[in-house]
């Protein structure tokens, strides 16, 4: 690609593209990075590569190795743990400020994003978007949907282990039923029965980590973990 072309690609998107990568898998945990390798795929220069991935190392989503390279974290139990505490608590604390005159337009979305997340076939992807719609409108439902940007900016680790957690399991079918649960609660005006359920489905993520970590060690971060290797294959001592 000619050095126009390469400038006109802006730095933030190629943060956002390659943290989109990280989060959705696409360069899994351990993954050994290439600054050449990711500018070729991206068309761009080395140098906004090499700023993104200091970006990405302050929110430890990639880690740096002096003398050995750059490599996809592994998922910290930790920090899932921390995210999906925050998210708890601004998720839950929301649902107490829903007042009886709910915005109809806000209802309606939701009911449309419920419909789109019971399509047959639907992609998990495509699905996983829908999830975050859907817990960014209940927040716009109760006015504060100000504090969603906080949320994601807090829950890459946390995103990663419910994406493992939605792979494996290969069907949403139980996020989909838990959405509906918690939205027939708002509705009904029944903010204990809401908030009780969005505790447990926001908690369904703990679950999986015990039960993909079992399996797949690997992919989660300990702590006797040492610096990896770089080989054919990457290997973590």
């Known amino acids: 690609m000619a050095e126009g072309a390469k400038r006109r690609i802006g730095r933030r ?103 789109r997340q019971r399509e047959p076939g639907i992609d998990l992807e495509e699905f996983f978007a829908l999830d975050e719609e859907f817990h960014r409108l209940l927040l716009r439902l109760s006015g504060h949907e100000s504090a969603w940007p906080t949320v994601v900016s807090a829950k890459g680790h946390l995103d990663r282990a419910r994406r493992l957690g939605l792979y494996e399991a290969a069907s949403p079918g139980t996020f989909v039923e838990q959405h509906a649960e918690i939205l027939h609660a708002v509705r009904d005006h029944d903010v204990p029965r809401a908030r009780a359920t969005m505790r447990g489905h926001l908690r369904e993520v703990f679950a999986d980590i015990e039960r993909i970590r079992a399996r797949s060690p690997e992919l989660f971060a300990s702590n006797d973990a ?12």
Request: proline letters at 6%; charged letters at 30%.
């Open 226 to 237: 040492g610096a990896p290797v770089r080989r054919n294959v990457v290997v973590w001592e």
């Open 13 to 115: 998107a190629i943060y956002e593209a390659l943290r989109r990568k990280v989060l959705t898998l696409e360069l899994p945990p351990g993954t050994a990075l290439s600054e050449n390798e990711l500018a070729a795929s991206l068309g761009v220069s080395r140098t906004p590569v090499r700023e993104s991935l200091v970006l990405l190392a302050e929110e430890d989503l990639v880690q740096v190795f002096p003398q050995i390279g750059t490599f996809v974290s592994r998922v910290d139990p930790q920090r899932v743990a921390d995210a999906q505490f925050l998210r708890e608590a601004v998720e839950l604390a929301a649902l107490e400020d829903l007042h009886r005159d709910r915005d109809p337009e806000v209802l309606a979305a939701l009911e449309e994003n419920q419909a």
